[in-house]
């Protein structure tokens, strides 16, 4: 597995939470990288990006503001930080690599990993 998500749970709206995703060397250090989420019955759909180097992020409209999306090069880890959470938040989240930034931010991914599940209770 070269990308392993973890930090999914429950939590209750309004509250915070924190994923992971961690990769390989070789994948920190060269690839850009992105949160994608898919609720149930629904497309899967971007979160968040960020460039290989940290300096550039994108985020989806739905949570602009509310997460934050970084990365540890060092420790060869991806983060996603979740404040303000929403009932709407619910769905499992993926983290992907792609080595052209444009690509993932139009949601071409290189690399996919395994899914780690978020519900947020009312």
């Known amino acids: 597995v070269q990308l392993q998500a973890s930090g999914g749970g429950l939590v209750q709206a309004g509250g915070s939470l924190r994923l992971s995703c961690a990769t390989s060397?070789?994948?920190?250090?060269?690839?850009?990288m992105g949160w994608f989420r898919q609720a149930p019955g629904k497309e899967r759909e971007l979160v968040a990006v960020?460039?290989?180097?940290?300096?550039?992020?994108y985020y989806g409209v739905s949570v602009k503001g509310r997460f934050t999306i970084s990365r540890d090069i060092a420790k060869n880890t991806v983060y996603l930080q979740m404040n303000s959470v929403k009932p709407e938040d619910t769905a499992v989240y993926y983290c992907?690599?792609?080595?052209?930034?444009?690509?993932?931010?139009?949601?071409?991914?290189?690399?996919w990993g395994q899914g780690t599940k978020v519900t947020v209770s009312s």
């Open positions: 992907a690599a792609q080595g052209d930034y444009g690509s993932l931010i139009r949601s071409n991914v290189d690399i």
């Open positions: 960020v460039n290989w180097n940290g300096g550039s992020t």
């Open positions: 060397r070789r994948i920190s250090r060269s690839y850009h």
